[in-house]
């Protein structure tokens, strides 16, 4: 089972159940002294994976739609980045601003002012290869600096006074914080998913107390019972998370 296989969590949840059906149906031979496998034990501990597991789903649920809602905010900041450049541009604006300004819209796109100078392919200069830098900045919260010192920007320049309201600096403060809002959502819900997670993976895989260990510590007491009872439980497949 890959470590990313949700059906294979659900897979050893569900064998779990029936290992210890199985374990009933033995009856009064099975009567373990170990009190970590007793009937009551192994019920137990399969309802704490069966919670363990839906809140996996409730949060990878959650994450999913709070990371689409801020795909769907963010996706509006390239286009009007563009849309705010060529209005500064059409304005009697310092130069030099509307050039800063290109600048952040750059980086925004994640391009480069100038484009990188080939090396000669024929140089024998070991010093020829250049060393660059990644120009992507698209992380969530560098695009939401970058919007912010587009508008400090456009907060300085008089001239810039469009008539299209989602231009307007007003509305771009309103953006910036609609941004951190779906953003911070969006972080919150990942962090939720990962402690669910780690939270379902002890319940289940945690050496000598998770269930596909304890799942293997049943399989050895039954066969102190006979072999009729071994038989009956064996078969039952487990797997580690780091299984594949």
Not at 47 to 57: I, R
Not at 100 to 123: C, E, F, L, N, Y
């Amino acid at each position: 089972m890959k470590k990313d296989s949700e059906t294979g969590n659900t897979i050893n949840i569900s064998n779990f159940d029936e290992l210890r059906k199985r374990c009933e149906a033995i009856g009064e031979k099975y009567k373990p002294s170990n009190e970590d496998i007793t009937l009551e034990a192994l019920a137990k501990r399969h309802a704490e994976a069966v919670l363990a597991q839906e809140a996996v789903k409730e949060a990878a649920s959650d994450l999913k739609r709070k990371g689409n809602e801020r795909r769907v905010a963010f996706s509006v900041i390239k286009p009007l980045a563009t849309r705010i450049v060529h209005a500064l541009g059409c304005t009697k604006a310092i130069p030099g601003l509307v050039r800063s300004m290109r600048s952040i819209v750059h980086k925004i796109r994640g391009t480069r002012v100038k484009p990188i100078a080939k090396p000669d392919p024929v140089s024998t200069d070991p010093n020829a290869k250049q060393n660059t830098h990644s120009v992507s900045h698209q992380g969530f919260t560098m695009m939401i600096d970058h919007v912010e010192d587009m508008v400090a920007l456009l907060e300085v320049i008089p001239e810039y006074q469009p008539n299209e309201e989602d231009l307007q600096i007003t509305a771009l403060t309103s953006l910036i914080a609609d941004l951190k809002a779906k953003d911070e959502a969006a972080s919150n819900s990942e962090n939720t998913m990962n402690n669910t997670r780690d939270l379902r993976d002890t319940i289940l895989y945690a050496p000598g107390t998770g269930l596909v260990d304890i799942a293997a510590i049943v399989k050895s007491y039954t066969r102190s019972i006979g072999a009729k009872e071994y038989k009956s439980v064996s078969s039952i497949p487990f797997r580690n998370k780091d299984e594949d």
